[in-house]
């Protein structure tokens, strides 16, 4: 069954104290690999994309890497505005198809 | 980017009553828009595709008589959630893309209070 699993489940750290998130995936014929941020009460703002193991992409604090099983979000010296649930996700099948999340991870950067 | 914007961000009603939510998508036209629903910290859970023009696609469990969807233009899909229940408050989110590769956009979410 493809799936998409999340770890940890939570994240405690103090300010720049750096830290990885971790997404492993099951799905067959990857297409895409998706990270998002979601703050409390709003929707997933989109992160990153990536399409190949070896891709990275950097974006402030964050960057994502992917292998062939599965992808870190790696914070580097994270503020406190970072605090958020980080959430993957991958589609099943390609085309105009719907992404399967993982749980997230829920972070909190402590000033 | 595209955006996609979610009316109402928030709805209290009384258990019984039925609730519509609409999604829009303000920038770029979207043949397909994708319904999830999350619980307290959990994550998004496919409900149903709603396609243009056609009828909507429900996920294994969805009550389909329940969660009403109708996408009658290429800019608007609506999420009716009928004759409501405790149990159907939840928050509500929808979701395009503007073109066949590009990512998910989401809205800001409908948070659903039955009471």
């Known amino acids: 069954e493809d799936q998409v699993t999340q770890s940890p489940e939570a994240l405690r750290l103090q300010e720049g104290e750096s830290s990885s998130l971790n997404c492993s995936y099951t799905v067959s014929g990857l297409r895409g690999l998706f990270w998002y941020r979601q703050d409390p009460g709003k929707g997933p703002e989109f992160l990153f994309t990536?399409?190949?193991a070896g891709e990275e992409k950097e974006k402030e604090r964050l960057k994502a890497t992917l292998t062939k099983k599965e992808s870190f979000l790696h914070i580097t010296a994270p503020k406190p505005e970072d605090s958020a649930t980080y959430l993957c996700?991958?589609?099943?099948?390609?085309?105009?198809?719907?992404?399967?999340f993982g749980k997230g991870t829920r972070l909190s950067v402590i000033a | 980017g595209a955006v996609v914007s979610q009316h109402p961000s928030r709805v209290i009603c009384k258990s019984g009553t039925s609730v519509k939510i609409e999604c829009r998508s303000l920038d770029f036209q979207a043949t397909t828009m994708f319904w999830y629903r999350q619980f307290p910290k959990k994550s998004l859970m496919l409900m149903a595709t709603s396609n243009e023009g056609s009828k909507a696609t429900y996920e294994q469990g969805v009550e389909k008589d329940k969660f009403l969807i109708n996408h009658a233009s290429l800019t608007l899909s609506t999420l009716t959630v009928t004759s409501a229940h405790p149990e159907d408050s939840s928050f509500y989110i929808c979701?395009?893309?503007?073109?066949?590769?590009?990512?998910?956009?989401f809205g800001n979410g409908t948070r659903l209070t039955v009471t």
């Open positions: 990536l399409y190949s």
């Open positions: 979701s395009a893309r503007d073109h066949g590769n590009s990512p998910l956009h």
């Open positions: 996700a991958a589609p099943l099948i390609s085309g105009n198809t719907p992404l399967v």
